[in-house]
């Protein structure tokens, strides 16, 4: 993996002036509440632009402000889990799953074999037709990686995705990630703000204090 990071973007109480070039396979993000983690990642997904400077990702220009190049979320191709999750709660399992896919316009039978298979990865086939509302927290956090992970994505955002998580269903979910970013070789950049959680899943791990990104 390699992700070019060298831009600046304006924040209510100070700015971001980052400049880094993340390698690891898994890299943690610490820093105080405010201190931009969510930002850094709406930037890298294209939820938001950059104020100057610019974005790439496997030398690909996702977002230039020099040579007017931005490429929208939908064509960068990022899996995301939000920290609340974000399920719709008016779906059932495999429609949550399924979204990405119905919102590329792919064909029934390609999306019920998609969700098939990265359901049973994550062994949650037994829940497709289950409301989201009646899932334990872990289950939620499965059927959120289902759905970041089903369009086959080129990286996987994670912000703070075990919080709210008993000790034993982190640890698990903790697991989980790491298998995954192997299996599917896929690079993660995850948010904590656990220490233990960060040393424990990741090579690199570092930290956004006073706009930079600076090793932990």
Known sequence: MGIRLKFKKKLPFHDLDIDYDLVAPITAIMGASG?????LFQCISGLKRIDEGIIEFNNTAWDDTYSDIFVPTSARKVGYLFQNLALFPNMNVFNNIAFGLVAAKKQRPEIEQQVRKISDYLKISHLLFSSVQKLSGGEKQRVAMARAMITNPNLLLLDEPFNGLDEDTRNI?????????RDFDIPVIFVTHYHQEATSLTGEILKIKDGRLVKN
């Open 35 to 39: 201190s931009g983690k969510s930002t």
């Open 173 to 181: 979910c903790i697991e989980l990630v790491g298998q995954m970013a």
